[in-house]
């Protein structure tokens, strides 16, 4: 049983469009992120929520957003892509601040 | 602000040969964790190690340790008898957890580990 799981694991789109990347975690976790690895392997926190607060890096665009359904999932909507938007997108949960996150096996993004 | 310093972009050994991975950080805060990750040609990210401030016993896992000065900020990572499966990106990452409520970390810019069979 995969711990967190990501779909799709590869994404190739146009500029303009809206995509969706979905992020399921079973380890009971109650806190789910969001990061973004850059080209040059930078890992960038871009969200953090749990059922009572979303913490959102300032830095993320608002086309960007994260909703989650329920604690288990925290999916990541992002509106009229643009080419910088190309990255790996990883989803992680932990218990709160009190254990290690564990990733999801990324998400590879490519606009065109 | 938070900050984290991987000062070595790459690193090659022979097999068998001893690594070590630095890593310094920055924080005002005085509860704060500390984290190894590793991210394998394969692309996933692992978990290696969580330590919190106020915990500085070194640890050892198998050909792993880990080094944490609170004097010097560093966390550094050291690698015994390196072997091909060790070759990898690892991340030294830090969590202000206690401030934040959540487990946000701040990632290095991470130490690309070759080993040469």
Redesign the interface.
Known sequence: DTAVSQTPKYLVTQMGNDKSIKCEQNLGHDTMYWYKQDSKKFLKIMFSYNNKELIINETVPNRFSPKSPDKAHLNLHINSLELGDSAVYFCASSFRGNTEAFFGQGTRLTVV | AQKVTQAQTEISVVEKEDVTLDCVYETRDTTY?L?W?K?PPS???V?LI?RNSFDEQNEISGRYSWNFQKSTSSFNFTITASQVVDSA?Y?C?L?E??R????????G??TRLTVIP
């Open positions: 964790y984290f990750y991210q692309g996933e990210l978990f969580r990106v991340f990452a969590s957890a206690e934040t409520g959540a487990n946000n970390l701040f990632f810019t991470g």
